[in-house]
């Protein structure tokens, strides 16, 4: 499967398109509303449903990194109780506060 990208659509180009759409005749706005929410719902499956509104997931970017990356972890041999004596004892005292 090949990822296409999104287009984003600037408030110029969307007011454009609004010109555009309020030019037609009203049997076609429906006709063109009707053709846009079944494209919408095509490329974007309703996947649950939270409090009876559709929940839509949008496809991954292309340069997304791995979930492994963003998690903050890293490996380590120690254990945690090492890891957080280490912690203690590397603090510092930076200044001292008056109150």
Same mark, same amino acid.
């Given at each position: 499967?090949? &990822?296409?990208? %999104?287009?984003?659509? =600037?408030?110029?180009?969307?007011?454009?398109? $609004?010109?555009?759409?309020? *030019?037609? &005749?009203?049997?076609?706005? %429906?006709?063109?509303?009707?053709? @846009?929410?079944? =494209?919408?719902? =095509? =490329?974007?499956?309703?996947?649950?449903?939270?409090?009876?509104?559709? $929940?839509?997931? @949008?496809?991954?970017?292309?340069?997304?990194?791995?979930?492994? +990356?963003?998690?903050?972890?890293?490996?380590?041999?120690?254990?945690?109780? +090492?890891?957080?004596?280490?912690?203690? *004892?590397?603090? %510092?005292? %930076?200044?001292?506060?008056?109150?």
């Amino acid at each position: 499967m090949v &990822a296409m990208s %999104t287009l984003h659509l =600037s408030d110029t180009l969307l007011d454009g398109y $609004v010109a555009l759409f309020q *030019q037609l &005749a009203p049997k076609d706005q %429906t006709i063109l509303l009707g053709a @846009l929410t079944e =494209s919408a719902q =095509s =490329s974007h499956p309703v996947l649950e449903k939270q409090d009876d509104f559709p $929940v839509y997931y @949008l496809p991954k970017p292309l340069d997304a990194r791995p979930f492994e +990356e963003l998690c903050g972890g890293w490996e380590d041999d120690r254990s945690a109780e +090492e890891i957080v004596e280490d912690l203690r *004892q590397s603090r %510092t005292r %930076t200044r001292e506060v008056n109150l």
